[in-house]
Structure formats: structure tokens, C-alpha cells
Nanobody, 122 residues
Framework: QVQLVESGGGLVQAGGSLRLACVASGRSFSTYAMGWFRQAPGKEREFVAA????????IYVDSVKGRFTISRDNAKNTVYLQMSSLKPEDTAVYSCAASYGGSRLPNEYAYWGQGTQVTVSS
């Protein structure tokens, strides 16, 4: 069992930056691939980024490549999402999730956090 708690969301102007953090409970954090997903009002949940259990491999949705960076610190049981050059269309609730495989598919993730709101004003 893994419990995930996100933080770092907020209101930022377009072009600004935020860093999200997701802290996991439990002793097996380093065995999970971790992902970030987002959901805007009236839209389906969207994959944003994922990182392998070792941190050596990452994948991103095309719309955030070059602007967002996913990273992890296994000693702190934490995964991060550094977001830069934010756009109004990045506005959403961002959630982290844990998976043994790690992919773009939400149904491959077994554990989810509650999410943190990110609002980007124009």
C-alpha cells in the first residue's frame, strides 16, 4: 500500500514556474515508476510525465516537452514536477500516481494522490 500526497500547486501568471512535489508513504517507493497526470474541468484525465523507478528514464506528453521536468529523490520518497513557461492551458488538477510498470495509461497506475490545483492566468 502506498499513500501519495501532492503539494506545490497554486496560482501563477503565464510564463511563470511552479514545482510540484508528491511524497509517498511506505518503504517500497523506489520500486515504483511514478507518473503525473492532470485533469482540467470538463476534460478527461491526461498523462503529463512519468519516471522509472531508478529515475534514469522519463517520458512526457508532447505539449510539455521542454517546459516540464519530472525527477525523483528515492531517499526522500518524493517525485517532483518542475513546470516552467506555464500557459493558461496548463490549468488543471495535477495528480501523482505509482505504478510497477510506468506508462502513459492511467489504468496501469495502482495508487493515486488527491491532486493539487494549478491555475495559470493569462
Amino acid at each position: 500500500q502506498v499513500q501519495l500526497v501532492e503539494s506545490g500547486g497554486g496560482l501563477v501568471q503565464a510564463g511563470g514556474s511552479l514545482r510540484l512535489a508528491c511524497v509517498a508513504s511506505g518503504r517500497s517507493f523506489s520500486t515504483y515508476a511514478m507518473g503525473w497526470f492532470r485533469q482540467a474541468p470538463g476534460k478527461e484525465r491526461e498523462f503529463v510525465a512519468a519516471i522509472s523507478s531508478s529515475g534514469l528514464n522519463t517520458i512526457y506528453v508532447d505539449s510539455v516537452k521542454g517546459r516540464f521536468t519530472i525527477s525523483r529523490d528515492n531517499a526522500k520518497n518524493t517525485v517532483y514536477l518542475q513546470m516552467s513557461s506555464l500557459k493558461p492551458e496548463d490549468t488543471a488538477v495535477y495528480s501523482c500516481a505509482a505504478s510497477y510498470g510506468g506508462s502513459r495509461l492511467p489504468n496501469e497506475y495502482a495508487y493515486w494522490g488527491q491532486g493539487t490545483q494549478v491555475t495559470v492566468s493569462s
